[in-house]
């Protein structure tokens, strides 16, 4: 499906109104629509319309979402001396850092400093953990999502049933290194750390670059309703 096909079939779509969902749970709304629109299922995200990201989002929602990872070349001290020096057990006696940075210190001393240029996790002891530069962070991004379709829905429930109207497609592209220092200073885009010590290494599962549903159009330059 093309661009121009998209645009036909999301306004059949529009005006049917409210239709049922066709899945439960949070992902309803993502599986409903790509049915409904004739999009083949591709596992955890809908298909690439010309190289554009889908992403189907109810108008009320604020769940996070994680738009990528990225930690190469990025750690100042070694990973597990990190978790030794900062990290804390979780229920299962197990020592990691798994925390959502802000510009605000945590529990054990650590906060993001962002600039014009690098965004870094440090402790209040001025020891400086991680540091990743914005540009390499946008260039991340735009290789990830170089443009957005993002469809909003309103949401309403019928008998226990959810039921949801798709009546808005904005096409949305290009972020900037300025742009995501913003965003991060405003505490609109969040550092995820998600590692534990396994022993003699640390275990990474990736930071993850986060950011609420409804902020997404706060990533891009260029919003336009299609």
């Known amino acids: 499906m093309n661009l121009d096909k998209f645009k036909q079939e999301f306004q059949k779509l529009k005006n049917k109104g409210f239709v049922p969902s066709l899945r439960n749970g949070s992902t309803g709304i993502g599986y ?22 889908i992403k189907a989002h109810r108008d009320n929602s604020n769940s996070l979402i994680t738009l990528f990872t990225f930690n ?17 057990y979780d229920q299962n006696g197990r020592l990691g850092m798994y925390y959502t940075m802000s510009l605000t210190p945590n529990s054990t001393g650590l906060f993001l400093i962002v600039n014009s240029q690098t965004i ?11 540091t990743w530069q914005l540009s390499q962070l946008a260039e991340r991004f735009k290789q990830k999502i170089p443009a ?16 949801f109207h798709f009546y808005r497609v904005q096409l949305m592209r290009e972020t900037s290194d300025q742009l995501l220092a913003e965003l991060f200073k405003t505490g609109n885009l969040l550092v995820d750390l998600r590692l534990h010590d396994k022993g003699t290494s640390a275990r990474n599962h990736g930071t993850g670059f ?17």
């Open 210 to 226: 986060r950011i609420y549903e409804d902020k997404l159009p706060l990533l891009f330059q260029k919003i336009e309703d299609i």
């Open 148 to 163: 957005l379709l993002l469809v909003s829905a309103h949401t309403e429930e019928r008998d226990g049933k959810e039921y």
């Open 120 to 130: 870094s996790v440090q402790h209040t002891s001025g020891e400086i953990i991680a």
């Open 32 to 53: 409903t629509f790509e049915k409904l629109l004739g999009l083949k299922e591709n596992n955890l995200a809908l298909p690439d319309i010309e190289n554009i990201e």
């Open 72 to 88: 190469n070349k990025v750690w100042q001290i070694s990973p597990l001396e990190a978790i030794k020096k900062y990290g804390s």
